[in-house]
Structure formats: C-alpha cells, structure tokens
C-alpha cells in the first residue's frame, strides 16, 4: 500500500470515529484529483486539516502552528496525529518547507502570481480556500480605506450638540467614553464601537444618530439604515434605538425634531434581507454593481456577522456611507468562518489613539484621552471605541463575565459560591436538577395561556410571550443528555407529566420553536422564537406567534417547515438576547467546543439571575482556561 492509500485509509477511520467531517476527506480527494498524477500525501493532509479547520470556524490554515502544534491545533491526542500523519511518510518540518511544497502544488495559487483560478490560496505562510481568501482581502481593504478616509468635522458645532446630548452626570474620575465615541464616528467612514452588557452601545449610536442629523447639511435627505444579523437582534436594536429618540426628544426639545428621525429610519432589518438574499444561491441582490442606497448602515451584534457576510456587506456598501459597527469583541464569534470583529477590534482594550486623534477628540467633545489609551496603532485603532463602564453589571453577574473573561477560575468559582441570590452553581448536577428549573422557569407562560385570553387577543399573546423570555435554558453542545436534542425530549416529558402541556403531535399549544432557516415568504428568520398558540378565528388550528419590538405577528404553524423545539438552546443561537434568568447547562465534557467565550456569553444573556448547571466542577475550570483563537490572516492584513 502506498503512501496515499494509507493516508486515505486513516482519514476514514477518524471520520467514522467522528473526529473528521465527511466533507474534509472528500475535499481532500477532490484536490487531489485536479493535479496530474499521484496527490502529495503532505498536500492532501494540509487539506484535510485546512477543511476541518474551516467547518470550526477558522478562515486559514496557519503553516507555523501545523509545525509548532499540531496536537494543540486539531485538538487530537498523540495517537491519533500520529497515526495521521504516519501514513503520509516524512512530513515537511518547517514552515519554509511546508511552504515550498505548497507553492510547487498545481492546485495551490501564490497571492501576487499569476492566477489560474486555483481552488486553494498561499498567502504568508497561511493556507486558505481561494473564497475564504477572498473574502478576507476584501473586508481589510475595504476597512482600512474607510478608516483612512477622514471627514473635516465643525469641532465648534460638534461640541456644542455632543454637549447636549451628553448633559447628564457622569464618573469624575474617567472620559465620558460615550461621549468619545461619537465624536470619533462622526469623522470617519468606519467606526467601531466595543462593549460588554450594559456598557450602553445602543444608548451611544442614538446619540451619535441625532448627531449626524444635527449636523449634516441635508438632514431630512439622510437616508438610515438598522441592521442585525438575526430577527430578534433587528427587532431589539430597533425598539432601544427609538426608545432612546423618544427620550433626548423630551430633553431636546425643538432643537431637534427627533421623533421625525425615529420614524423615518423605518425597521431594523436582518443582513440578509438588507443585502437582498436570493433562493438557491450565496449570491445578493446588492453589490457593488447594485450597491445599497444608505448614508449610514448601524450594524448591532457584529460580533456574530462571519466573513462571508461582511465581505457581502462592505462589497454593497457605497464609498460615501459611514458604517458604524456595535458589538461585544469578548462574545463568541460567529458559527461559520472568521472571527472578524475581534480581529477588527483586537486592542481595543489598549486604545492606542495618536497624538492627531487626542487632539480631536478633545476639541470636538471636550474629553482628553488618558495616557494609558494613546499611542497611536494605526489607522483603525483610531477609529475604534470601547465602551468600559457598565451600568448593568455591578454585581455578581457582572463580577462572574469578568473573572471568566481575565481567565480567573479561582475568582469565577468563589462569586459563584458566594451565596447571593443573583447566582447559583448546581456543582454536582442530575438531569433532575435540569427539569426541575425548567419546570419553575417555564411554568408562569404555560399557566397564562391556560388561563385563557382575558380581554384581547394580541395584548394577551404579547403577554405570554414575553412571560417566555423572561428565563431560558442555554446549552454549551447540540448532542446528548446535556445537550439541545436530548433537554428539549425530557423537557416536554417533564411538563407534560405536570399537565402544563398536551402534546398531540410535533404541533401542541405552549410550544415554543426557533426557526432554523431564513423564510422570506413568511419573513421569518434564523434564529426567530415564537410560541405555538391557538388560532382565536379558528380554534382548531394553531399559529406561531413572534414579538417583533412590542409588536405581535403570527404564521400558521404548518407553514414553518424548519423549526425545532426551543426550551432549551445552544448559547451560540442566544446571541443578542436577554433574559431575565438564564440557566447555563455545561455538559460532561465539552472538548475543544467548550471554552472561555461560551461561557461569557451564557453568564451575559441574563439581566437578574444566573443559574450554572454542571454535572462535574472541573468542566467550568477546564472551560474557562480555554480561549477560541480563530486561525486568520484579517490582523496581519489591516497591518499591511
């Protein structure tokens, strides 16, 4: 048996053990067969690892970790690397050589050589599919042109509106950060804006939304947009920024006819509806041919827009638009590819603003920037804000994000058994433990819709339905008793034996569903949560009813074709909600999947109460001494 034969014959057995998705040993053979002759093992390997690598969420394969860290890199024993990388006989053993057998490959295209459209990428020292590449080149191109193109800004005008705007009282001892952040974003055609919960991102873009329409020439000519990459993030980016409006109306006065703005800007919308997303292909509507007809694109929850969608968005966005980016950099990235607003906003933390920002800054908003934040680190930094005080999380939970985010096991652990109210550790856990909170957490909805409608239907289902979000259960895997698949099975028993639920069938009143797949007949979206009630016109048949905002809409249910069952969800799918109470399940063992931004994540959903349920202590600590690093070449290039 040849080299490549035993190479195939071991990525099989990996994937039958189900340490390797199917797709990678077929795009692996698929490679191979697009060269003359027998594949190099080697190229066939790097394959294999670089489609593994991008069903985990990585844009690249990084040559010096292959050499460095292989194990650390796929997240395999020794055995199992070794049996691997055994059958493909001596491996290259630098990243020099690594890199000279790639280049030599047919299948394999140089960046800055001649192109034949060649389905894989080297780029400095980094592997990439040709799109993934793409992509990438076209986000730090488009970003680093926008944070260079600076506007001449009326620092005098300015000033005077932020000044307004920002009149309430704030902490003596440090720069109104807010404040900073708009004058920052009114300058430029790209501005980021960094903060965890209840730092005030969408308290800031409003301000800095009336700001823009104080001072552009033609405010009522300003055409705004409001963008989130799911349903339920639109719709709550939406309802803050206007609730926001409504109340610098009240302070403004007529200075500013803010009501008019609010009612002008129209609805938030999901990425995908804004760019125009087309049945049956990853093509949009809108590009650059046909590119979007914004003055200014808000875009919440960036953290969750993956690098094939912003490519999308910057390719439709047109020169003259300022994009205002809003999102928490520490939250977990986006399930497909690329990491990209934490590669945009790295060092946010840092500051490093020049001595050219400093002084702007100082005379457009009257706030110096302290020592500690200057420095100058590029173009981008300068347009970069992080929003560091938090008016939500002053306390144990808060306290919690924060020792989990440091990294700080001992301190996480010790707010975590402090004994107050606001957060409970079930160390040892049962499935029982699970139930039973599901059982207290879901009871209060389940007993309103059996206490009929009362007055009107609408007021009524809105009541139910924002009962339901009031606590939710989030899971750190899809699989297995302390997984999506299996609570949500045990759940239904659970209540159904408590006589909150009949089920009689897939459909049954009091189910709640998230919506699995965009569906723009039914304008219902990924990540979209309603609850299964019965139709008021016709009893018989059941609705799928969805909080849009304060506002309710309803599907019949037997048009959602793809739906599953949501007491219980993954924390990645939570992204961009809140709940009053939040109970994070962790699983036995978590693997490489489980790790310090998921848990930040899960602990930050909840706005009263955090529930962390473990069956084992040491999952917490061996989740929170693990950070997700995505393999991309995004930093380096902004760098260039």
Not at 204 to 232: C, N, S
Not at 423 to 440: F, G, K, S, Y
Request: neutral net charge; charged residues 20%.
């Amino acid at each position: 048996m040849n080299d490549i034969d035993a190479l195939w014959r071991e990525v099989d057995a990996l994937t039958e053990a189900g340490e390797l998705r199917r797709l990678s040993g077929a795009f692996a053979r698929f490679i191979g067969s697009l060269g003359e002759g027998a594949p190099a093992p080697a190229l066939m390997l790097a394959c294999v690892l670089l489609s593994e690598l991008e069903g985990r969420g990585h844009s690249c394969l990084m040559l010096d970790e292959l050499v460095d860290d292989p194990l650390a890199l796929m997240g395999w024993n020794d055995e199992q690397w070794r049996a691997l990388a055994g059958a493909c006989g001596p491996l290259p053993k630098s990243v020099k050589a690594w890199n000279a057998l790639l280049a030599g490959a047919g299948q394999v295209w140089q960046a800055g050589e001649f192109s034949f459209d060649q389905p894989l990428v080297l780029d400095a020292e980094r592997l990439y599919l040709r799109r993934y590449w793409r992509d990438e080149t076209l986000v730090a191109a488009s970003i680093g042109a926008r944070a260079r193109q600076l506007r001449a800004v009326d620092a005098g005008q300015a000033r005077y509106w932020l000044d307004i705007l920002f009149a309430s009282a704030r902490q003596a001892d440090s720069p109104d950060w807010q404040k900073l952040a708009c004058a920052i974003a009114l300058r430029g055609s790209v501005a980021i804006i960094t903060g965890g919960p209840g730092t005030g991102k969408t308290y800031t873009v409003a301000r800095l939304l009336a700001l823009l329409f104080a001072m552009a020439p033609d405010a009522g000519g300003q055409r705004i947009a409001l963008a989130a990459p799911t349903g339920k993030a639109a719709a709550r980016l939406k309802q803050s920024i206007d609730k926001a409006l409504g109340e610098l109306a009240e302070k403004v006065g007529d200075q500013l006819p803010l009501r008019e703005l609010a009612g002008r800007m129209g609805a938030a919308r999901t990425l995908h509806s804004l760019l125009g997303a087309r049945p049956d292909t990853r093509a949009f509507a809108h590009n650059r041919g046909n590119p979007l007809d914004v003055d200014v694109l808000i875009v919440d929850e960036a953290s969750m827009v993956h690098l094939e969608m912003m490519a999308a968005l910057l390719d439709a966005l047109p020169a003259h638009a300022t994009l205002v980016l809003l999102g928490d950099k520490d939250q977990l990235a986006s399930v497909e590819a690329g990491a990209v607003l934490g590669d945009l906003c790295h060092d946010a933390q840092a500051g490093g603003y020049d001595a050219a920002t400093q002084a702007y800054a100082l005379a457009a908003s009257g706030e110096s920037i302290p020592p500690d934040f200057t420095g100058g680190a590029g173009a981008l930094a300068q347009q970069t804000v992080m929003l560091r005080h938090s008016r939500r999380f002053g306390g144990p939970i808060g306290q919690l994000a924060l020792a989990v985010n440091a990294g700080d096991v001992t301190r996480a652990e010790q707010v975590l058994r402090s004994g107050d109210a606001a957060v409970r550790w079930i160390e040892h856990a049962q499935p029982e433990h699970v139930l039973q909170l599901a059982l207290d957490g879901y009871r209060p909805y389940l007993q309103l819709i059996g206490a009929g409608e009362g007055a009107g239907h609408d007021d009524w289902a809105r009541a139910v339905l924002q009962s339901f979000e009031s606590f939710r259960l989030l899971c750190a895997v899809r699989e297995g008793e302390w997984g999506v698949g299996g609570l949500n099975a045990a759940i239904e028993q659970r209540l159904e034996a408590a006589r909150l639920i009949r089920r009689r069938g897939e459909w049954y009143v009091g189910r709640p569903v998230m919506v699995t797949r965009n569906d723009y007949g039914t304008r219902v979206f990924n990540g979209d949560i309603g609850l299964t009630l019965a139709d008021p016109a016709r009893p018989e048949s059941l609705r799928v009813y969805f909080l849009e905002g304060d506002q309710v809409r309803s599907v019949l249910a037997t048009r959602l074709r793809h739906v599953e069952t949501a007491f219980a969800m993954t924390v990645h799918k939570s992204q961009g909600s809140e709940f009053a109470h939040t109970a994070l399940v962790l699983p036995k063992s978590g693997g490489s999947m489980l790790a310090r931004e998921l848990v930040y994540t899960g602990i930050t959903r909840a706005s009263r109460q955090f529930t962390l349920v473990s069956p084992a202590s040491a999952v917490l600590a061996e989740a929170i001494g693990r950070q997700t690093l995505r393999a991309s070449g995004l930093r380096q290039m902004l760098g260039n």
